[in-house]
């Protein structure tokens, strides 16, 4: 695999999304804690007002941190983030195997007139299948695959699959020396 797979693809030697975590439309979902958790809609949003100053001013440069399905810890809670740009849409909604593909359960709230819909929903993890639901003026509403999930099914199959990347980068030395060369250095390297 070259390193110009998009984050869309199967990445190369880490299986840990597809296997026994990932469930199929017809399983069950991935096991989750019995425990009484927080309603979706009760917890603030994930994207704070620079995010998304910075998103519409088309100046964000790590908004892939941002967009998409994140596992995180969010006000003491374990679970996952999911925001998504569409400005056009009247409803947004999270479907999969976690709701039994029902749009009507977790509804995303639109942040002010950025486009930008998001909802944190608790008891989540990697491993889980997903879509949007989304809905238009005068279209009936349909189902798309997140545009930032960094993990999806394989064709035919078209879900995202909430990913969590377990790679741990191992250049501390380059990066410490990097810091130490100067510019005349840098020059003369090249």
Not at 18 to 27: C, E, I, P, Y
Not at 65 to 94: C, R
Not at 155 to 178: H, L
Request: charged share 25%; proline share 8%; hydrophobic share 35%.
């Amino acid at each position: 695999m070259t390193k110009k797979t998009t984050r869309k693809t199967k990445p190369a030697k880490d299986e840990s999304a597809s296997k026994g975590n990932a469930a199929s439309r017809t399983g069950a979902p991935p096991k989750r804690a019995e425990t009484e958790l927080p309603a979706p809609e009760s917890f603030s949003p994930t994207l704070g007002e620079l995010d998304l100053y910075l998103f519409g001013a088309g100046k964000h440069e790590r908004i892939y941190e941002k967009l998409g399905a994140h596992p995180m810890i969010h006000e003491g809670i374990p679970g996952v983030a999911f925001a998504v740009w569409a400005p056009s849409a009247s409803h947004v909604s999270v479907v999969g195997n976690f709701n039994s593909w029902n749009g009507g359960t977790h509804h995303m709230r639109r942040l002010a007139t950025s486009g930008v819909w998001e909802l944190f929903i608790p008891g989540l993890a990697a491993g889980e299948l997903y879509k949007y639901e989304i809905k238009s003026p005068g279209l009936a509403p349909f189902h798309k695959a997140d545009p930032y999930a960094f993990y999806a099914e394989e064709p035919p199959d078209t879900s995202s699959i909430v990913y969590e990347s377990k790679y741990r980068f191992r250049d501390q030395a380059w990066m410490a020396k990097r810091a130490r060369l100067t510019s005349l250095d840098l020059r003369l390297m090249q």
